[in-house]
């Protein structure tokens, strides 16, 4: 499989700057997989310790914090041999291991010639943790499920993908690549980005052997529930995570904790929903009073929708059949078009460096999908399940917020076209916003300047 992240490695490893890397994801999102295929495309050997297998190693990172003499164990103990900048070394499985972690101190100061890079599950609830922690030492990477444009390439469809990268104009897709475009966004709704589900279809066109490997997945993740510190939160996070189908199915989709329990309250639950963002399991999403920034100021804290990490695990944990993907566009208006603003959101986050949040207001109610930061600007996006709908919250939202609107975005089953200041963009497009984004402010800059002459 090509993943797009190998290429953010490649510029970590020839970078003066480069630091210790701490690579973060979900379970079975691909982080070993990803490292390991790393070393061995672009270095002379890997040597790969994984200290959940082998928990005697982290004995070497109590003793000292002597970085040769570490090393110097780690190869006598695994008859793996380790070279300057010629070899990979994967520490692996090291949420566990806060020793390890802060070594990554000593290996930034006194050894820069090892190229390091740490792996694990949970490794945000590590990280949250007040312990010891190389502060300034380390740089991060994010791995996040495949994306709709790694799905087509795992997939087979080149072709497709190659054009997507193309498109330079916004103009609409011939039917010849819209239409397969279509049908290969309902096969990602249906398998999601995991890279085992992924395999499952793309290799063996096993339908139940991709349900089985998402079945998996996400039985993987309610065991690491039993993992958080106190022990009472188990079953609220369990029942938190078991209500995000039921949140996102009803028309206002705000996170609401009597969903999760009759009479649940926020103070109740809310230190088990942080463990889910924190291990990214979910994405937390806030209410935004105003465009204004930074982002964060406008924040209602008492105001948020949940979404899962991957569109494929959302599908599975709601208990979607796959056979929904062969009825025409049920696919993206079942279930309230919950499936269609997860994956939105999901491209969004691996394209823009700051968090999405959304925008309403009732009496009368108006709810902008997600508003996005790009560069020094807000614009908001809204996701429509059906062709050619009318949004009258985007109207509204112009009309209140006129002079910081320079794009408003829509993703939506039609063609992709810029009408005045609104930006309809089909959904198998969504990786490509940014680039679209930029080619419409372009295209509406020359417009106004040929209006004032």
Same mark, same amino acid.
């Given at each position: ?12 490893? =020839? ?40 928990? %005697? ?52 100061? =006194? ?53 997507? %990268? ?12 819209? =239409? ?31 349900? %089985? ?53 926020? &103070? ?94 009732? =009496? ?9 930061? &790009? ?79």
């Amino acid at each position: 499989m090509e993943r797009f992240i190998l290429k953010k490695l490649l510029d970590w490893k =020839n970078s003066p700057y480069r630091k210790p890397l701490i690579l973060k994801g979900v379970r079975q999102v691909g982080k070993t997989w990803i490292l390991k295929e790393f070393g061995r495309r672009y270095y002379e050997n890997t040597a790969y310790f994984n200290f959940d297998e082998n928990e %005697e190693y982290k004995q070497f990172f109590e003793t000292t914090k002597d970085v040769d003499r570490i090393l110097q164990n780690l190869m006598l103990a695994s008859g793996q041999k380790i070279l300057p900048e010629k070899t990979l070394i994967i520490f692996d499985e090291v949420q566990d291991c806060p020793k390890v972690i802060n070594s990554m101190k000593y290996f930034c100061e =006194n050894a820069p010639q090892y190229h390091v890079a740490c792996a694990g599950s949970l490794l945000g609830i590590a990280l949250a943790k007040p312990s010891s922690f190389p502060v300034g030492k380390v740089n991060f990477m994010q791995i996040d499920p495949m994306t709709f444009a790694e799905f087509l390439l795992a997939n087979g469809d080149e072709n497709l993908a190659q054009y997507l %990268e193309q498109v330079d104009t916004l103009e609409p897709i011939p039917d010849a690549f819209f =239409n397969p475009l279509y049908e290969k966004l309902k096969m990602y709704y249906v398998t999601g980005g995991m890279p085992e589900s992924v395999l499952m279809w793309t290799e063996a066109r096993d339908v139940s052997a991709m349900q %089985e490997a998402l079945s998996g997945i996400l039985g993987a993740y309610e065991r690491d529930f039993a993992k958080h510190p106190n022990l009472s939160e188990f079953p609220k996070i369990s029942m938190i995570w078991k209500s995000i189908p039921s949140q996102l199915a009803r028309e206002n989709k705000k996170f609401i904790y009597k969903v999760v329990k009759e009479g649940a309250r926020a &103070r109740e639950y809310e230190d088990a929903l942080q463990w889910l963002v924190d291990a990214r399991l979910v994405h937390k999403i806030y209410r935004s009073s105003a465009p204004g920034l930074p982002i964060a100021a406008y924040d209602d804290l008492s105001a948020f929708k949940i979404y899962l990490v991957d569109v494929g695990l959302l599908r599975r944990l709601a208990q979607l059949a796959p056979t929904a993907f062969g009825e025409g566009n049920r696919l993206f208006t079942e279930f309230k078009g919950a499936l269609t603003e997860n994956f939105v959101l999901q491209t969004l986050i691996t394209q823009f460096e700051v968090m999405p949040r959304y925008w309403s207001q009732n =009496n009368p109610p108006y709810e902008v999908d997600f508003l996005i930061q &790009r560069e020094n600007d807000i614009f908001p996006v809204e996701v429509k399940s059906e062709a050619n709908t009318t949004s009258k919250s985007m109207k509204k939202f112009k009309e209140l917020f006129p002079d910081k609107v320079k794009l408003r975005i829509r993703f939506f089953l039609d063609n992709l076209r810029l009408d005045d200041d609104v930006l309809n963009i089909p959904l198998f497009m969504a990786d490509q916003i940014d680039r679209l984004m930029r080619l419409a402010l372009d295209q509406r800059k020359v417009q106004q300047a040929g209006m004032k002459f």
